[in-house]
């Protein structure tokens, strides 16, 4: 972690002041004064701030069922803000590990840990999110297999990842998917001539949405190291 975010997570003070003291020379680590706010902060290091040791809050990690009607953003828009549910303080740290749209419902894992969210959001992980989709048509017979083999988004270069479809009903389905392009399923549904009337996320990885709509919880730390593989 940066030595600037590192003062931040263990004192009150806001990034601004924290980089002021850091260029005054008033931070040190393991005794050494260090002057340049972007130095990392290893787990094993002695961090002092005005001679007095500081130690870091830990990252917090939460899921959240995701009302309709409410965005994923720091900030009220249109829509509220989604932070406004979680009444813990230091929301400005937080960010969503893989945004849902205003009208879209369901499982979002929210932190303050950049390098886990990276893990859950980079397709190269390939970290399977699952939806549960309802349909304006009945889905077409090769859905399936047009998805498995990827489809072709509008202003996207590359095919779509190997998605896999679960069919409920005619017009209802589970897709699996393993990237979060803008608006992914609605684009892949729209690829294939048909159009989402509902979206849900259910799960991501391993963990599955077990709070209702607008409740939250921390993960366990079982659910937080089954993204650091
Ligand atoms: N894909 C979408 O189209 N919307 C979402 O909210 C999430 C995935």
């Known amino acids: ?14 990034k601004t002041q924290a980089v002021e003291l850091i ?6 680590i393991n005794s050494d004064v260090v002057t ?36 994923c953003s720091n900030i009220d828009e249109a829509y509220p803000s989604l932070f406004n549910y979680i009444e813990e303080g ?16 369901g499982l979002v894992l929210i932190t303050d840990d950049g390098h886990w969210s990276y893990n859950i959001i980079t397709p190269n992980k390939k970290c399977e999110k699952v939806y549960r989709v309802g ?4 889905i077409v017979e090769d859905a399936e297999k047009q998805f498995a083999e990827g489809v072709q988004l509008q202003g996207e270069l590359q095919l779509t990842r190997p998605a896999k ?11 699996t998917i393993t990237e ?37 919880r921390y993960l366990t730390e079982e659910e937080v190291n089954s993204f650091s593989k």
């Not at 260029?23 to 040190?28: P, S």
């Not at 701030?49 to 069922?65: D, H, Q, S, T």
């Not at 929301?91 to 419902?105: F, Q, V």
Request: contains cysteine; positive net charge.
């Open 36 to 71: 340049l706010e972007s130095t990392q902060v290893h787990e094993n290091n002695q961090v002092t701030l005005n001679g007095k040791e500081l130690v870091a809050r830990p990252f917090r990690y939460i899921l959240m069922n995701k009302p309709a009607n409410t965005i």
């Open 165 to 175: 479809l679960d069919i409920i009903t005619p017009q209802e389905v589970l897709l």
């Open 1 to 14: 972690m940066r030595l600037d975010k590192f003062i931040c997570k263990s004192t009150e003070l806001t």
């Open 180 to 216: 979060g392009k803008f608006h992914q399923v609605k684009r892949m549904f729209s690829a294939i001539g048909n159009k989402v009337v509902s979206l849900h996320r259910k799960k991501i990885g391993s963990i599955s949405l077990d709070v209702n709509e607008g409740q939250w």
């Open 23 to 28: 260029l005054e020379g008033r931070a040190k």
């Open 90 to 105: 230091n929301n400005e740290e937080l960010h969503i590990a893989g945004r849902l749209d205003a009208d879209t419902t």
């Open 135 to 138: 349909l304006r048509k009945p």
